[in-house]
């Protein structure tokens, strides 16, 4: 993998191909990658996201009702952002998702992110963190005062990831990802 210091360079995975089961009750026709979020499908957010911070070329792994994902979005988002798709016929898991895509990949970095999560940070601070420590690889962290909910991330002093913990009513403060 070559070393970029320039986001333009690198290229974004969007994990869009879940089943939605949790909000199914409330989006039941399409895929919740698409649900209405202030009259605009919520990837929308993701992707001008990923245009403010430069990046020019996105994969979408889709799976569940991809073919509307394809539809509503077209080969290049609005903001010049090109797009690539990686249909999953069957569900392989979040692994399984960037593993049917890598015949899209090319040899830039890869910035992988969950289509149904956003968060408000600077990618650009970000991936100057990440080359600053010269990680292979780097996780988005957010602070939690609950981490019920959600995955809890273990670090090591250095701030390395030891250990993931499933989700645990009684889990407390940590770090999610």
């Given at each position: ?24 009750s409330k989006v039941s026709d399409r895929p919740k990658v698409l649900a209405e979020v202030q009259g605009r499908p919520f ?135």
């Open positions: 993998m070559k070393r970029v210091r320039n986001l333009s360079e690198i290229t974004a995975v969007i994990l869009a191909g879940g089943l939605g089961t949790r909000l199914r990837i929308t957010y993701l992707l001008d996201q990923l245009w403010r911070s430069g990046i020019k070329k996105t994969i979408l792994c889709i799976g569940y009702l991809g073919d509307q994902v394809r539809s509503v979005l077209g080969e290049t988002y609005g903001k010049g952002i090109s797009l690539a798709y990686s249909q999953e016929k069957e569900p392989f898991g979040t692994a399984g998702a960037i593993r049917l895509a890598f015949p899209l990949f090319d040899s830039n970095p890869l910035l992988v992110m969950n289509g149904d999560s956003f968060c408000k940070t600077s990618l650009e601070a970000f991936w100057a963190w990440h080359l600053d420590r010269k990680a292979k690889a780097t996780i988005l962290l957010t602070e939690m005062s609950d981490t019920q909910h959600y995955g809890q991330v273990d670090l090591d002093s250095n701030g390395r990831v030891i250990h993931f913990s499933e989700k645990d009513p009684l889990k407390g403060p940590g770090w999610i990802n």
